[in-house]
């Protein structure tokens, strides 16, 4: 077999299996670059100067079934993944008669005004659970894990309100300036993100050094690049046979 | 090498994205740069037709994601992003389909240098994306390999990497 032949074979046996195996994941996984930044926060009730190209967030559910007795473990994520639960099985306790526990994650358009002192950033997000069928009452048995993403500005905690008063819960910070909070959720209710208020987001010390970093990275490896270059069409006019010269 | 490369990068993880991204690409330049040809002895389609061969395929890599929805990332900050991801992409290309192919071709023939790189391929991305990527890695790499035995260049294995990489940009 000749190498066209086989690299024709190649390619086209590649593609198909290609073609096959996508769907089971959404891109080809083969990106090695820096990790891909987040698409902008979608905002309920966006500042001025961020409605313009603003898209509305979204919410998500998921039905999970109780298998003897008890609500299996799994995850409810909403279709902008701005928020995510996920819980044990036998975390949730299901009311009788109840064949399924529908959990509901819904940004709030009308949320409660935050404690005195307190600034909400970003979406305040309804978090709650029903049985099925008959829309029962869902109780807990123990806590479940919330991870909430926040925008870009100053963050300190979450807080939760369980329908009366809204109590910090202890939360988490993503590492690498990464833009989510994870807290373990106590109850039903409404979960958000917040701030001292008038506090400040990252210094612009620290927004300089992300970019310093960046940006010096990518001339260190431009400059290379060029200088690689350089260096191999000198190599390739050294190598090139000199002209004959002229016999007088 | 090259899986050392990735493993190097797997270990520097901790240290950062950009830094260990970094260095999985210089020592993949260093792989392109000391093991780089003396003379070409193959014969090459053109650069023009390479050029539309690798974006075809490159296309035809993207096709099952377009019909996502587009994401909302600004278009602002493409631009650096977009410049490493062709970077890291031109780099992975020149060692496996470039130094690696070239090995293996003149040492078990054309065959299994097109399997070897699709392994290769499929074994530095295991790290990031896990045992679940890795047939769809190998069927890329393997259509790779093939596009670098047909046209006998590199180049549009890396054009057709970079629009794949660019995909998750835009719609990933």
Not at chain 1, 95 to 104: D, H, I, M, R
Not at chain 2, 155 to 163: E, N, S
């Amino acid at each position: 077999m000749t190498a066209r032949r086989a690299g024709l074979a190649a390619l086209a046996l590649g593609l198909i299996a290609t073609a096959l195996l996508h769907g089971h994941m959404g891109s080809p996984p083969v990106y090695d670059g820096i990790a891909v930044p987040p698409e902008p926060y979608r905002w309920e009730s966006p500042p001025p100067n961020l409605a313009a190209g603003n898209k509305p967030p979204l919410p998500g559910d998921a039905t999970l079934p109780i298998q003897n007795g008890q609500v299996a473990g799994g995850g409810v994520q909403t279709g902008d993944n701005q928020v995510v639960m996920y819980f044990g099985p036998g975390a949730f306790k299901a009311p009788a008669g109840a064949t399924g526990v529908k959990c509901t994650i819904a940004p709030d358009p009308n949320p409660p005004a935050p404690p005195a002192g307190v600034e909400i950033r970003g979406n305040v997000y309804r978090i709650g659970c029903m049985g099925e069928p008959g829309g029962g009452l869902v109780t807990l048995a123990s806590n479940y894990h919330v991870t909430l993403r926040f925008p870009p500005g100053a963050f300190k905690e979450i807080y939760y309100k369980d329908g009366s008063v809204w109590r910090p819960l202890p939360t988490l910070t993503a590492p690498g300036g990464d833009p989510y909070a994870s807290v373990n959720a106590p109850g039903f209710g409404e979960y958000a993100a917040t701030a001292a208020t008038g506090a400040q987001g990252p210094s612009v010390f620290s927004d300089l050094g992300r970019y310093l970093e960046f940006f010096g990275i990518l001339a260190f490896v431009i400059l290379f690049g060029a200088i690689a270059i350089v260096q191999e069409i000198r190599r390739r006019r050294h190598r090139a046979p000199a002209p004959a010269k002229r016999r007088r | 090498m090259i899986l050392g490369a990735a493993l190097l990068r797997t270990l520097l993880l901790p240290a950062g994205d950009l830094l260990s991204t970094m260095v999985f690409a210089a020592c993949l330049f260093g792989i392109t740069w000391f093991e780089r040809p003396v003379a070409a002895n193959e014969s090459r389609w053109g650069r023009g037709r390479s050029l539309v061969a690798g974006l075809m395929v490159g296309a035809v890599l993207l096709a099952p994601v377009v019909s996502g929805s587009f994401s909302t990332r600004p278009l602002s900050a493409f631009v650096p992003w977009a410049a490493i991801a062709a970077l890291v992409a031109t780099l992975e290309e020149t060692s496996i389909r470039g130094v690696l192919y070239r090995r293996l071709a003149g040492e078990a023939g054309t065959v299994a240098a097109i399997v070897g790189g699709a392994a290769a391929f499929a074994l530095i991305h295991l790290p990031r994306y896990g045992l679940g990527a890795m047939p769809l890695d190998a069927a890329v790499g393997l259509a790779l390999g093939g596009l670098r035995a047909l046209t006998g260049r590199v180049l549009p294995c890396a054009v057709a990497h970079t629009l794949a990489d660019w995909g998750a940009w835009f719609w990933a």
